[in-house]
């Protein structure tokens, strides 16, 4: 498929950095993701997030290293873009219900991680999450990289007569191929694994999900991007499986080509964002004998049109 993408390097390589009086960006990628440079998280006033938001809607993805962050600062910046959304996997921490904890321990071996198939966060819920925060405490020494891709470039370069044809689409997103392999976790006794991801699960709303829009408009810049993944997108409104199933690989494997991609090294104490009606993302489980432990949060999105 790689060989297959047609774009204009002028045109459609956007990720340009910003500047202004509370910070600079570096981009990560031509495609998407900066870092922010010279803003500490401890001292955001309402202007300096105003200009926050408008670079993670310009980037897609931002991110911060060496951000001293207590529990109560990301919940505070986590509300500032909405109220917090509704996470299928856990209950949260104690006394902090809101903030999800992200862990594979050292000695956990699995097929499965959690965020480890192309996707966006949580798209069978009725109002999907719009930004999530993704808060690094404890990381491998190498390992564990986080990788985005551009799905309003990746619309972007799909022909006239592609555009035409998916604009009516609704995609239903389910969470019934994510509840398979957990239950095949559980009847395998990898518990271990599993820890404390998963024990918030309504199996049956995931597995009912709801239908979306394929194409969709981001109500703050008004950009349009393809939202469709591998993990949850189980087929289109009034298409069978057979006829959907090669244009959800379609569309999927447009997305996630390398031109429209960023990557991005942790380190311990980096605080990332991004929106999750412009991207998708896969983390990678390849760091079996060392501890990663993540804080997330997340925020209530709109009902897509």
Known sequence: MNNMLLY?????????????????????????????????IADISDASFDALAAALYHHKMIYLRDQELTYEMQENLTLRF?????????????????????????????????????HTDSPFLAQPPSVSLLYSVQIPPYGGDTIWYNSAMAYDNLSDVMKKMIAPLKVHMSGEKVVASLNGLRQRSE?????????????????????????????????????????????????????????????????????????????????CLWDNRLVLHRAFNDYDGFRREMLRTTVKGETPA
């Open 8 to 40: 204009d390097e002028q045109k459609n390589f956007q990720n340009t950095p910003m500047e202004n009086s509370f910070f600079h960006t570096v981009p990560l990628a031509s495609a998407m993701g900066a870092e922010i440079v010279g803003l500490n």
């Open 82 to 118: 909405g109220e917090f959304g509704t996470d299928a996997y856990t209950k949260g921490l104690e006394g902090h219900p809101n903030i999800q904890p992200v862990i594979k321990e050292a000695d956990a071996k699995s097929k499965m991680v959690f965020g480890g198939g192309w």
């Open 191 to 271: 518990d271990k694994q599993i820890g404390n991801m998963w024990d918030n699960i309504d199996e049956q709303a995931m597995i009912d999900g709801n239908f979306h829009p394929l194409v969709r408009t981001h109500p703050e810049t008004g950009e349009k991007a393809l939202f469709i993944d591998k993990v949850y997108a189980k087929g289109f409104e009034g298409m069978s499986a057979y006829e959907s199933a090669p244009l959800i690989d379609f569309l999927v494997s447009h997305i996630t080509q390398e031109v429209f991609s960023c990557r991005l090294r942790w380190s311990e104490k980096t605080l």
